[in-house]
């Protein structure tokens, strides 16, 4: 028999009902197709061991080959994984929601959130040999959908095996038709592609799969990123960057030049700074007395957007940090400035022995903070 209860999404005051209808759909423990950005899904809810036959039933899927959790708020995660690792925080944080499913291994799932509540019998539509699959799409109507019906979902793309995820409605229902209780339509994916698949691994990754996120995005995305701040940005915070550039790759046993590909990032800005500036002479050449090479640097002020980028965040003085926090209130659990008092003395104007001494003041400072970074 075909599948009638089709929603199709042709004007915005759609949405609210078609994301009651699934909500209803997927708490009687139907089987739904929705959209995402990417391709169309279709998921179950993962309580109810009758549904998830059906959708393994439908891809033709083994009892062990695990299906992809489907959440709608990133802040969902830790339901499912009770500890995360650093990487895996900031690709999540920065990623999500978006077009990339996170392989999580290493987990206990017993104690994680959502087996306590739900109950053991929920684990093996969840986790596979310790591992999870978690996917937060950004699509709106599927995130409300996923956020609203307060269940774990599990969802794999909307096709029969072997056929192209579908891209459309008319897609879905080419291969699904008849299998499905509820089809919601909302016309041609964004991408049109599939989500990138990435495994953590420690404190890595590998990509399994490739979809809209290439590997050089991922990279940007999963790199510890640490901010140092002054004034200008042409003496105190270039320098800082500089000797903890210099530390983190002696701690990291890796080359100053090399620290990025390890996946660290160290930058500067300054709260008053005119764009393009080159850094003062002494700085250079005191930078360059401990190894790292500034003379290409050029200023750059503060942005709300480069400290939303930033792990960690070093200021030269407490009114430096209270200009973080005023930009970015949630980033002061992440902001702190070096040391304490007035702070390091900007050393503008002064003889190269200012700029050595306030190179070595900031350097004992730092040496303190290179466990934090790398923790």
């Known amino acids: 028999m075909p599948t009638t209860l089709i929603r199709k999404i ?3 005051s759609d949405v609210e009902e078609a994301v009651q209808l699934g909500i209803n759909a997927l708490r009687a423990g139907e089987v739904v197709a929705f959209p995402t950005e990417t391709v169309y899904g279709v998921g179950v809810r993962a309580d109810k061991p009758e549904a998830v036959a059906r959708l393994r039933q439908i891809k033709q899927r083994n009892d062990e080959k695990p299906f992809t959790v489907h959440v709608g708020r990133p802040s969902q995660a830790p339901h499912f994984v009770a500890k995360l690792s650093g990487i895996g925080q900031r690709l999540i944080e920065r990623a999500w929601p978006g077009p990339l499913t996170l392989i999580i291994e290493g987990i206990e799932h017993e ?19 310790g591992s999870i699959g978690l996917r937060c799409p950004s699509h709106a109507l599927a995130s409300e959908m996923l956020w609203g019906v307060g269940l774990p979902i599990v969802a794999a793309s909307a096709n029969l095996a072997g056929q192209r995820p579908p891209r459309d409605g008319e897609d ?4 699904l038709d008849g299998q499905i209780d509820l089809l919601i339509d909302t016309g041609p994916t964004q991408y049109a592609m ?25 990279r940007r995305l999963s790199m510890k990123t640490v901010l140092l701040v002054c004034s200008g940005n042409t003496c105190r915070s270039p320098m800082a960057a500089a000797v903890m550039t210099k530390l983190l790759a002696e701690a990291s046993g890796v080359e100053p030049g090399q620290l990025e590909t390890s996946g660290i990032r160290v930058i500067s800005a300054g709260t008053f700074a005119m764009p393009g500036t080159s850094a003062a002479d002494h700085a250079v050449e ?4 401990i190894g790292i090479d500034i003379a290409d640097h050029r200023s750059q002020p503060l942005s709300e957007e480069i400290i939303r980028q930033a792990d960690h965040i070093y200021t030269m003085t407490a009114a430096h940090k209270a200009e973080v926090d005023r930009m970015v209130p949630e980033a002061s659990g992440r902001s702190a400035c070096l040391i304490g008092g007035g702070g390091i003395e900007d050393p503008i104007g002064g003889s190269l022995e200012t700029y050595i001494r306030c190179a070595e003041q900031i350097r004992s400072a730092l040496l303190i903070r290179v466990k934090e970074v790398l923790a």
Do not use: C, H, W
């Open 10 to 12: 042709v004007a915005d």
């Open 111 to 129: 104690a994680t959130p959502v087996v306590k509540k739900f109950g053991p019998s929920v684990t093996q539509a969840l986790y596979y040999e």
């Open 172 to 175: 879905v229902l080419a291969d």
């Open 194 to 218: 599939a989500s990138t698949i990435v495994r953590l691994n420690g404190q890595g990754f590998e990509i399994v799969r490739e979809g809209v996120y290439d590997e050089r995005t991922l």
């Open 286 to 289: 005191v930078s360059r007395d």
